[in-house]
């Protein structure tokens, strides 16, 4: 079974609109990440949240941990093609708080943006 | 800065075989994880390495193999390569625990 559990696993959209990609796991989140990739190509690193209730944002991309619910958010604002990709949420599960670099991923969503 | 750069980028072996990939984590990164994608499977961990030490490992056959080197550098092997092998393999960095983990841009493997 999956530990950390994206939604939706494709998303289609029309430029110009907004869309969240939700990232929920099953056990307590140690620091989450999200990532895109391109296919076949390596991640780009997004964001990292450490503490419950963080918010972070960069150019039209927000993302919020909130660790009570063991979920994470990322929200796209005025999608453009240039956003298309595979978006991943990354995060460290070992109990104790120290994952040493081990981080559980979850299954991808592929976001397409139609100009 | 440079980034996370990993050789070969592509390449074809044959079942049995070995192969051997590198990574050249950032400049003052002590921290390298190895992981391995496929369509099948997704992104897995294999392992870490801190300052020449195996610090976790992920649940792979012991024909997956690693080591990191003084200048932080590190290698992985695969020996008796398997078609399942063919992967995307990415390395990633970080300079400790909880700090932000940058990936390479990968080296494909395909076994043929």
């Known amino acids: 079974s999956q530990e950390l559990e994206q939604s939706p696993q494709s998303l289609i959209v029309q430029e110009g609109k907004n869309l969240t990609i939700n990232c929920t796991s099953s056990?307590?989140?140690?620091?989450l990440y999200w990532y895109k990739q391109k296919y076949g190509e390596g991640l780009i690193f997004l964001m990292m949240l450490q503490k419950g209730g963080e918010e972070k944002s960069h150019e039209k991309i927000t993302a919020k941990l909130d660790e009570k619910k063991q979920q994470s958010s990322l929200h796209i604002t005025a999608s453009q093609p240039s956003h298309a990709g595979i978006y991943l949420c990354g995060a460290g599960l070992f109990a104790g708080g120290t994952s040493y670099g081990k981080l559980t991923f979850g299954q991808g969503t592929i976001l397409t943006v139609h100009p | 800065k440079a980034g996370v750069t990993q050789t070969p980028r592509y390449l074809i072996k044959t079942r049995g075989q070995q192969v051997t990939l590198s990574c050249s984590p950032i400049?003052?990164?002590?921290?390298v994880s190895w992981y391995q994608q496929t369509p099948g499977q997704g992104l897995q961990f294999l392992f870490e390495?801190?300052?020449?030490?195996?610090?976790n490992k992920g649940n792979f056959p012991g024909r997956f193999s690693g080591r990191q080197f003084s200048n932080s550098r590190s290698e992985m092997n695969v020996s008796t390569l398997e078609l399942g092998d063919s992967a995307l393999y990415l390395c990633?960095?970080?300079?400790?625990?909880?700090?932000?983990?940058?990936f390479g841009e990968g080296s494909w493997l395909t076994v043929v």
């Open positions: 990633a960095s970080s300079l400790g625990s909880r700090d932000t983990i940058y």
């Open positions: 056990k307590t989140l140690y620091g």
């Open positions: 400049s003052g990164h002590r921290s």
């Open positions: 390495y801190f300052s020449e030490t195996q610090r």
